[in-house]
């Protein structure tokens, strides 16, 4: 995956993340992870001590029979030895062999002849008596209880040299010492448990601080609450983004380059074509250059006009992607159009205020000098005309700030030395067109200035008047403006140009006037035209919805 961008501010306090409980997630993980390990653990533990306990079961019953068999046959050389003498020898036997804790010899008239406990010695045996024929062996083990307590005890025939049975060998292990050996095991194993825990909580917490280094000292949750962030800004932004890794693999983008790529409701892989085709076209050579291109012009299979920012994304100066911002170069057509129509507007509001400016320092010149009845009469002239306008243009027009437009063009025209007129007949209703106010504004105002300009080079015939004839006219469905002046006109061999964007007769920098309003008119489904006689004047003609109205 590859990061959009990197937030480059401080590392979250400790009182915020206190306050806020902004190490949730973090202590979530190293929770789990501990219950996960101790739980495996303790399983394996108990798991382990039991097999181990009932290996060393089976092994006590192996280790008894084999030293009964080894007493056995230890015995066969001592059988016709004196009491004294195979006592003496057994006591050595017994303190050689550490899994030994009793051992009892009977012979066939149940007298003990040996037993580690001396007192016992030629006492009558009263307990078990083994059965070799049951278990067809000359030894087997089995638990029973003797004067010892609890116990675990082998036992093994005897014969003499003539094969005659003469008594019977018991090897016993005491249960107490058995349980004493189990114990040790679980001990052992219990130490190992909480070894392997300590160890593990360690690690855990080894594991809690590395993976809080790997988010930039965000806690995990902080750190999923900005991806959440970020990607609701990303997408509600109106631009397209779309991003890719070093092996140009598309790894994010947003509904609105989906939208503009048309790719929104299409088959999972022809959507994924479609982007990878982008991703190779745009942004491959982007990281191969390491450098950003911007302003990159392409049009879409609908039409759309996009302008891209492709822009190489480096970590520790290495390039690990790269992101591509589409710009719908449409909507930045009518953004600029909103804010020409708002910038004519306000001019036409600054010349009309400047013409109020010029007449008022006219009243006052005519009050200094004590010509009081011009001034009054001046005044009423002024309100006179003001009325007539507002009131013309008002009825003419029902659009607010497409009025307002007209009377401030009109109080521009007046300090340009223009006679401004408005054709009787113009009428538009807002009802009977659907074009926006902005877009009435900005054709209006460009096709006006231009007149205005028009008029104000010096042509050869000074005394020639100056007039602006302006006409708006609506029916259901259809607009006609039109612009006509007596400026110098437009010649021949420049009039299929004048449309075309950078073209103007007035220097460099212009050229985009006549060349937006083309395009916003077009855009409404509209036509303009123009007709022109050099030094005499042009009639610019736009119509909406049909050729007349």
């Keep these: 995956m590859i990061y959009l961008y990197r937030m480059e501010s401080s590392k979250p306090t400790k009182k915020y993340r206190k306050n806020n409980g902004l190490n949730v997630i973090r202590k979530e993980i190293q929770r789990i992870h501990l219950i996960l390990i101790i739980v495996i653990t303790i399983l394996l533990s108990v798991g382990g001590a039991f097999t181990n306990v009932n290996a060393s079961d089976n092994a006590f019953d192996q280790n008894l029979q084999d030293t009964a068999e080894l007493i056995t046959r230890l015995y066969s050389f001592m059988?016709?030895?004196?009491?004294?003498?195979?006592?003496?020898?057994?006591?050595?036997?017994?303190?050689?062999?550490?899994?030994?804790?009793?051992?009892?010899?009977?012979?066939?008239?149940?007298q003990r002849i040996y037993h580690t406990n001396h007192r016992l010695i030629n006492t009558e045996y009263d307990g078990t008596h083994p059965d070799f024929a049951a278990h067809q062996k000359n030894y087997y083990t089995e638990s029973d209880i003797g004067p010892s307590g609890p116990q675990r005890r082998t036992y093994s025939a005897?014969?003499?040299?003539?094969?005659?049975?003469?008594?019977?060998?018991?090897?016993?292990?005491?249960?107490?010492?058995?349980?004493?050996?189990?114990?040790?095991?679980?001990?052992?194993?219990?130490?190992?448990?909480?070894?392997?825990?300590?160890?593990?909580?360690?690690?855990?917490?080894?594991?809690?601080?590395?993976?809080?280094?790997?988010?930039?000292?965000?806690?995990?949750?902080?750190?999923?609450?900005?991806?959440?962030?970020?990607?609701?800004i990303l997408e509600s932004i109106y631009d397209?983004?779309?991003?890719?890794?070093?092996?140009?693999?598309?790894?994010?983008?947003?509904?609105?380059?989906?939208?503009?790529?048309?790719?929104?409701?299409?088959?999972?892989?022809?959507?994924?074509?479609?982007?990878?085709?982008?991703?190779?076209?745009?942004?491959?050579?982007?990281?191969?250059?390491?450098?950003?291109?911007?302003?990159?012009?392409?049009?879409?299979?609908?039409g759309t006009e996009l302008v891209?920012?492709?822009?190489?994304?480096?970590?520790?100066?290495?390039?690990?992607?790269?992101v591509a911002i589409l710009h719908d170069r449409t909507e930045y057509t009518k953004l600029m159009e909103e804010l020409a129509g708002t910038k004519y507007l306000v001019d036409s509001m600054r010349a009309n205020n400047h013409d109020f400016t010029n007449k008022l320092h006219v009243i006052l010149g005519l009050i200094q000098i004590g010509e009081y009845d011009k001034a009054v009469s001046y005044i009423e002239n002024i309100s006179i005309i003001q009325r007539q306008t507002l009131s013309a243009v008002m009825n003419a027009v029902d659009n607010a700030s497409f009025a307002a437009l007209l009377i401030g063009k009109i109080a521009r025209a007046s300090e340009c030395n223009v006679r401004f007129i408005l054709k009787e007949d113009s009428r538009f209703k807002s009802s009977e067109v659907n074009v926006p106010s902005e877009a009435l504004v900005t054709i209006a105002g460009n096709l006006i200035d231009n007149a205005l300009d028009s008029m104000n080079i010096q042509i050869s015939d000074t005394s020639k008047q100056r007039e602006l004839v302006f006409g708006v006219f609506t029916k259901p469905g259809a607009l006609l403006i039109t612009v006509k002046d007596t400026g110098c006109g437009i010649p021949l061999e420049i009039g299929e140009k004048i449309f075309e964007k950078g073209f103007s007769t007035k220097g460099t920098g212009r050229g985009v006037g006549l060349y937006h309003t083309k395009q916003l008119i077009e855009s409404l489904g509209g036509k303009i035209g123009f007709e022109s006689e050099k030094d005499v004047g042009t009639c610019f003609i736009v119509t909406l919805g049909g050729e007349n109205v």
């Excluded at 892989?269 to 990281?287: H, W």
């Excluded at 891209?308 to 290495?318: A, G, L, Q, R, T």
Aim: hydrophobic share 40%.
């Design 79 to 110: 059988i016709d030895s004196s009491q004294i003498e195979l006592c003496f020898y057994m006591d050595s036997v017994v303190r050689d062999l550490p899994d030994v804790d009793v051992l009892s010899i009977v012979d066939t008239k149940n």
């Design 158 to 232: 005897i014969y003499d040299k003539n094969g005659e049975y003469k008594g019977f060998i018991m090897t016993i292990m005491l249960k107490s010492s058995i349980r004493s050996v189990t114990y040790r095991i679980v001990y052992m194993f219990l130490a190992v448990t909480v070894g392997a825990i300590l160890i593990e909580i360690a690690i855990c917490r080894t594991f809690s601080h590395k993976l809080k280094k790997r988010l930039l000292g965000y806690e995990p949750d902080t750190f999923s609450s900005m991806f959440r962030i970020r990607e609701n």
């Design 240 to 302: 397209g983004i779309i991003a890719v890794d070093n092996e140009k693999d598309i790894q994010f983008i947003n509904k609105a380059a989906q939208k503009i790529l048309d790719c929104e409701n299409c088959d999972e892989k022809i959507t994924q074509i479609k982007e990878n085709v982008f991703a190779e076209k745009f942004l491959a050579s982007t990281m191969e250059k390491g450098e950003p291109s911007l302003g990159l012009q392409e049009e879409t299979e609908s």
């Design 308 to 322: 891209i920012d492709s822009i190489p994304i480096k970590e520790n100066d290495i390039i690990t992607g790269a």
